[in-house]
């Protein structure tokens, strides 16, 4: 059974569409992350969500929505894609209360805006 | 503010001999680091984490790291390099204080030569 699991794993898109791509952890974790990771593999927090509610914002383009269900879910949504969302967003989980065991993360979807 | 920085953006080592791949960090508090490895079009996993338990960690796959606090260092270390190893090497920190959120150092590409 995969841990955190992300869907699609590949998406090609247009300029402007808008999409999304979804989250799923059965771990138990209460906390829920997106990163994006550039083409030079630099690795970069967007948002975290514990139980629900939203805990860490970064500048992110406001074109960028996470929407967390339940625990287990986060959903990332982008609208107006640009050429420069291109890139591998990752999902990953942690225990809130023991975030310092690491984080579990998904295999990526790679975004690809043309 | 929390940070993490990976000497060698390429380490190359021949099948056999060590593997040395640097990381320092810089803190006023204790941190807990980590080390993830990121194979080709995969996603993170977790090699080792340093929680202020031992100062040498043991992780998977044969691989070490020793936390010097003096010269705020986890370095990753494996006695006798695979082809199998070749992938990306992220460490990464999170403070016992603040937003503790997982933050990346910008990786190590290690390539295993026959």
């Known amino acids: 059974d995969t841990a955190v699991s992300q869907t699609p794993k590949y998406l090609v898109t247009q300029m402007g569409n808008d999409k999304s791509i979804k989250c799923e952890q059965n771990?138990?974790?209460?906390?829920m992350y997106w990163y994006k990771q550039d083409s030079k593999k630099f690795l970069k927090i967007m948002f975290s969500?514990?139980?629900?509610?939203?805990?860490i914002n970064e500048t992110v383009p406001n074109r960028f929505s996470p929407k967390s269900p339940d625990k287990a879910h986060l959903n990332l949504h982008i609208n107006s894609l640009e050429l420069g969302d291109s890139a591998v967003y990752f999902c990953?989980?942690?225990?809130?209360?023991?975030?310092?065991?690491?984080?579990?993360f998904g295999s990526g979807t790679r975004l690809t805006v043309v | 503010a929390q940070s993490v920085t990976q000497l060698g953006s390429h380490v190359s080592v021949s099948e056999g001999a060590l593997v040395l791949l640097r990381c320092n960090y810089s803190s006023s508090v204790p941190p807990y680091l980590f080390w993830y490895v990121q194979y080709p079009n995969q996603g993170l996993q977790l090699l080792l984490k340093?929680?202020?338990?031992?100062?040498l960690v043991k992780g998977i796959n044969g691989f070490e790291a020793e936390f010097k606090k003096s010269e705020t260092s986890f370095h990753l270390t494996k006695p006798s390099a695979h082809m199998s190893d070749a992938a990306e090497y992220f460490c990464?920190?999170?403070?016992?204080?603040?937003?503790?959120?997982?933050?990346f150092g910008s990786g190590t590409r290690l390539q295993v030569q026959p």
């Open positions: 340093y929680t202020s338990a031992a100062t």
């Open positions: 771990l138990g974790h209460d906390t």
């Open positions: 990953a989980s942690s225990h809130e209360r023991d975030p310092y065991y690491g984080y579990t």
């Open positions: 990464a920190v999170i403070m016992d204080t603040g937003r503790r959120a997982l933050t």
């Open positions: 969500y514990n139980n629900k509610e939203l805990i």
